[in-house]
């Protein structure tokens, strides 16, 4: 079950705001050097090693899916609302290099959608994590133990 990393970058951001930025560069960074080696599992291993592991996890119906899709030339759309939401990413890199996407576009689509997401947490840890640290813990370990439960339910179901 693949977790968001936000769960352990965010709350070192609302507890650093000077570091928020270089924080979210890191998360930045690392993510596209994964969505690279993710395209080439995708480009060179989707059927002896990708495709048995979708299928496996029952995420398969998604990767037809998502490989119709980015072949209908809506590749750029597709992988950047996949990484703008808490989808795992890993669908659609891999989709992206079964269906040989062009790199360009492809690393476009993530590195924006992905700045987009880790620096605008980066941006609301800096702006508003002091008046976040001020909240009574009870109600942060509410909202994040409701937040949980809600991803959960969408990830099981």
């Known amino acids: 079950m693949p977790v968001p990393i936000e769960i352990a970058t965010v709350p070192m951001m609302i507890h650093r705001p000077r570091r928020a930025l270089g ?26 090693l990708a ?3 979708l299928w496996r996890y029952d995420v398969g119906v998604i990767e037809d899916m ?3 899709d980015m072949a209908l030339e809506q590749m ?7 990484s703008l939401t808490p989808a795992p990413i890993q669908l659609g890199t ?17 590195g924006s959608s992905r700045a987009l997401r880790y620096f605008g947490e ?3 840890a800096i702006f508003l994590g002091e008046r976040i640290l001020r909240v009574p813990p009870r109600y942060i370990w509410g909202t994040g133990t409701a937040v949980f439960l809600v991803w959960l339910y969408f990830e099981l179901t």
């Open 76 to 82: 750029f759309w597709t992988v950047f609302m996949l």
């Open 94 to 110: 891999l989709g992206a290099g079964a269906i040989g996407a062009n790199i360009p576009v492809f690393l476009f689509a993530i």
């Open 122 to 124: 980066a941006a609301l």
């Open 51 to 53: 495709r048995p592991l």
């Open 23 to 48: 924080i979210a560069l890191s998360m930045w960074v690392g993510v596209m050097i994964a969505s690279m080696i993710f395209y080439v599992v995708g480009a060179y291993a989707f059927e002896t």
């Open 66 to 68: 998502l490989t119709q």
